[in-house]
């Protein structure tokens, strides 16, 4: 049988892939040189109904700070609840990726990751 040749598909894909950290680089996000806070949850509903009641907490306690929810895609499992300051560092407010079983282990209570808020926005 003979060869059918190159798939070229695959070339396409790999050259998007690099191109997305570049955008993201240059400061394609939205709020760039404000301290915000990130949730990355997975698409479960469990998931998200946690990472509402936790951004509907940290958006009372602090009304000027910023919010996302999954501004990229999210890793399978994952839970975490992240401060990204002015200057570009990261702090983890809270990660439930290595924590469970059971599955309700994974989830902060909200006022937990107010106060841990409080404590690293000094």
């Known amino acids: 049988m003979?060869?059918?040749?190159?798939?070229?598909?695959?070339d396409v894909a790999a050259a998007a892939l690099t191109e997305k950290p570049e955008k993201l680089a240059q400061g394609g996000e939205e709020g760039a040189g404000e301290a915000r806070v990130v949730i990355e949850h997975c698409q479960s509903r469990v998931y998200a109904r946690h990472a509402e009641a936790v951004g509907q907490a940290l958006r009372l306690a602090r009304p000027g700070l910023p919010v996302l929810l999954n501004p990229a895609k999210p890793r399978r499992s994952s839970f975490e609840v992240t401060l990204l300051r002015p200057d570009g560092s990261r702090v983890e407010l809270w990660s439930g990726i290595k924590k469970?079983?059971?599955?309700?282990?994974?989830?902060?209570?909200?006022?937990?990751?107010?106060?841990?808020l409080k404590a690293r926005l000094v």
């Open 2 to 10: 003979a060869p059918r040749g190159r798939k070229r598909k695959a």
């Open 100 to 116: 469970g079983p059971p599955r309700k282990l994974k989830f902060p209570e909200p006022a937990q990751v107010v106060e841990e």
